[in-house]
């Protein structure tokens, strides 16, 4: 059974592992390349590039059942690269929203070296890409689908509102989101 | 960030010259479409889904399939961008065969521009857009006109609520 922390409390500090308590842990340790991007969503990061916080009701919401200790987590081999590599992954998102706002043709976007990162990401970059058609950018992100993806689940569809949900519908049903 | 704010910081030569924001920003429809007075879709070349490109026209990205769109609207080349009544024209931004933005002119000679995925906007000139900043549109390259066709969205653009 997993313990409950209050909403917001944090159980996990940047840079170097700071328990909340005398409780374990429950974090997405699954080599299933899916499972860290789910839990991606729920994780906030300080501006140094390292990790930051999780709330254990947000590890609840998840289901996540590995519960790891505070002590094997704060082990170095334990500490999922995917973290940093998220972190990197939405700062690098930032700045290419950043980039591109006030652009009508995209066709460059997919040819500057942000995209380019996001894409080494692979799975990761696929679940930020459908979290961000939320956003206010949705023409980027379907461009980075289209081009990264083989499906095509927004087919015919000649809107960005229409292909931003038919996406966001493909995304639940393969898990990414 | 506010709106205007957003706008200043990508294009510093209009922020001096001024302009006036004419729209909530918007990114179901882009500068191509603004121009089509199409609100609903974001018209832009490839085979991607959600973006709209008429099937009459290749897949092409270039300025020259930008240009072929324009045609497709209505639209042939001009030599310059003065006001002539009874006219529509429009300012084509780009330079090496890539196409960065259009530009319509109002009926005062004033200009309305979308740009990209933030707000439109009614600027006094049309080379307030460009400059050697690192978001600054290319300058433009090409005017083309057509009849002027009354609606009113020509006029006014989008008013804020």
Redesign the interface.
């Known amino acids: 059974m997993i313990p409950m922390a209050q909403e917001g409390e944090l159980l996990v500090g940047s840079g170097s592992f700071r328990s909340a308590g005398p409780i374990g842990l429950t974090m997405p340790v699954s080599r299933d390349p899916r499972g860290p991007d789910r839990s991606l969503l729920w994780m906030a990061y300080d501006s140094h590039a390292t990790w930051a916080a999780v709330t254990l009701n947000a590890a609840q919401a998840f289901g996540w059942t590995t519960t790891v200790t505070t002590r094997e987590y704060a082990d170095a081999s334990e500490r999922p690269v995917y973290l940093v590599d998220q972190f990197a992954a939405e700062a690098v998102a930032d700045g290419w929203e950043r980039?591109?706002?006030?652009?009508?043709?995209?066709?460059?976007a997919a040819r500057q070296p942000a995209f380019q990162r996001l894409v080494k990401l692979g799975g990761s970059a696929i679940s930020l890409a459908l979290k961000r058609l939320g956003g206010?950018?949705?023409?980027?992100w379907?461009?980075f689908l289209?081009v990264t993806t083989t499906d095509?689940p927004?087919?015919?569809?000649?809107?960005?509102?229409?292909?931003?949900e038919?996406w966001r519908r493909w995304g639940r049903r393969h898990r990414y989101i | 960030m506010g709106e205007r704010r957003?706008?200043d910081d990508?294009?510093p030569r209009l922020a001096t010259d001024g302009y006036e924001i004419t729209s909530q920003?918007d990114?179901?429809y882009?500068?191509?479409a603004w121009v089509a007075r199409d609100l609903?879709?974001?018209w832009?070349?490839?085979?991607?889904?959600?973006?709209?490109w008429p099937d009459e026209l290749g897949e092409g990205?270039s300025l020259t399939d930008?240009i072929a769109v324009f045609g497709y609207l209505g639209f042939s080349a001009c030599s310059d961008g003065a006001l002539v009544p009874g006219v529509e024209k429009i300012a084509v931004y780009g330079r090496d065969d890539?196409?960065?933005?259009?530009a319509f002119q109002r009926t005062d000679g004033s200009w309305s521009s979308?740009?990209?995925?933030?707000s439109d906007i009614r600027h006094p000139y049309d080379h307030s857009l460009s400059g050697s900043g690192p978001?600054e549109y290319k300058p433009v390259v090409l005017y083309m006109q057509r009849a002027r066709l009354p609606h009113q969205l020509a006029e006014t653009g989008l008013i804020l609520p």
Do not use: M
């Open positions: 980039d591109n706002l006030h652009r009508s043709a995209l066709a460059n206010s950018q949705r023409p980027l379907l461009l289209s095509r927004a087919a015919g569809a000649e809107t960005v509102e229409d292909a931003a038919a | 957003r706008i990508r294009f920003p990114d179901t882009n500068c191509v609903r879709r974001w832009h070349p490839g085979d991607i889904d959600g973006f709209y990205d930008y890539e196409f960065d933005h259009v979308k740009l990209g995925e933030l978001f």
